[in-house]
């Protein structure tokens, strides 16, 4: 009908209270799905050149990993910003990933992980390619388009492990980090969501927001320690001065890209959760996560996905603060929401897994041994 508004669509193709539709879903994401055409595309291309297919792959997975990672670090700094110039943030955020990336390459003779590729397993660089290895950021990608928290040191990192026990150590750890994180949030809003209540009153005085800069700042620079594992994996472990000025110069526009677009879809995760718009409550957020990550630090070199870890401590939080009657939602459902982002993270795993053994033997057979059907 002339003049009739046009139905909203949510992300998977529905009309709001109507039933999903593929063409509608086609029709509001045809530019993504030529972006995601064209990167399979190209991946099938390059991946008998590896010279070629490593950049390809690094491309792919330092977009991939800061978009579907950024609701851990930057999301709390990215919703509690909002009335802030985007280039701004992007300035504060790109600076603090410059310095933190070539501190590392000056510390450890090259290498911008903080060592986290050193563990057994991820110390050899990559020679050869095939299409699953250079086209495994387009599927983490998808995920996150699709709101999947995907740990991205599975997914990325799973797929070049060369001994079976790197992966077991990896997941291991990730796990130990969501049940520690999530203990942690229980005790802290337990313990302090009243005094909360009573102290994030009002508007927030200006010294919050540097408080909440200054927190996110240290939290983004110790993900950075733990991740840059993630988007590295495909590159020389030792970084030539021209080699070191492409990885941080595409992830510094990549992130300015990101503060463009004000997050990725997978932004709404972290923005649908109780007073997250609050300065206060994020400058908490950000510093007891800044805190648990560095504890993992420097626990062992072995990656983690810091994924569950995030997810961990905003579950802790949630169902804290609902059952100190400080949340904006019941205890069902806030147990639903932990529900819904765990299994979210579970079938993230699954996907992880099942390329993973697609695409690397070595963990294919891992895997297989730990189940019995091991050859």
Not at 333 to 356: C, H
Request: charged residues 15%.
């Amino acid at each position: 009908m002339v003049g009739e508004e046009a139905p909203s669509l949510d992300l998977h193709g529905r009309r709001a209270g109507g039933r999903w539709s593929l063409a509608r879903f086609v029709r509001r994401e045809r530019s993504f799905l030529a972006l995601v055409s064209v990167a399979f595309m190209v991946s099938a291309l390059t991946a008998d050149m590896p010279e070629i297919a490593r950049w390809v792959g690094f491309l792919l997975a330092g977009y991939a990993a800061v978009a579907n990672d950024s609701i851990q670090t930057i999301g709390t700094f990215i919703a509690s910003n909002k009335d802030q110039a985007w280039w701004k943030l992007w300035a504060f955020i790109g600076g603090i990933f410059l310095v933190t990336i070539v501190w590392s390459w000056v510390q450890f003779d090259g290498d911008v992980t903080y060592q986290r590729l050193a563990a057994k397993g991820f110390e050899t660089a990559p020679t050869e390619f095939s299409f699953l290895t250079v086209a495994a950021p387009v599927f983490l990608i998808v995920l996150t388009r699709l709101k999947m928290p995907v740990s991205t040191t599975l997914l990325l990192l799973s797929s070049f492990a060369t001994k079976g026990s790197g992966i077991g150590k990896v997941l291991m750890k990730s796990f130990m980090g969501y049940g520690l994180a999530f203990v942690i949030a229980m005790v802290v809003w337990l313990s302090l969501t009243k005094a909360f209540e009573r102290w994030f009153t009002g508007e927030a005085h200006p010294g919050w927001r540097v408080a909440q800069w200054v927190a996110s700042g240290l939290l983004w620079s110790v993900w950075i320690q733990q991740d840059a594992a993630n988007i590295a994996v495909y590159l020389p472990r030792r970084l030539d001065v021209i080699e070191l000025i492409a990885f941080a110069g595409v992830i510094f526009i990549g992130l300015g890209i990101l503060f463009r677009m004000g997050g990725e879809r997978i932004q709404e995760i972290v923005e649908e959760k109780s007073d997250i718009f609050d300065l206060r409550p994020a400058t908490i957020i950000a510093l007891v996560y800044a805190v648990i990550l560095f504890y993992f630090k420097i626990h062992s070199k072995v990656p983690m996905s810091t994924t569950w870890v995030f997810l961990g401590l905003l579950g802790g939080r949630e169902l804290a603060m609902t059952l100190r009657g400080g949340g904006e939602r019941s205890t069902g459902e806030a147990l639903k929401m932990m529900g819904r982002d765990a299994g979210l993270a579970a079938a993230g795993l699954l996907v992880s897994l099942v390329l993973a053994c697609a695409v690397n033997d070595v963990v294919r057979d891992a895997l297989l041994s730990s189940i019995g059907l091991g050859g």
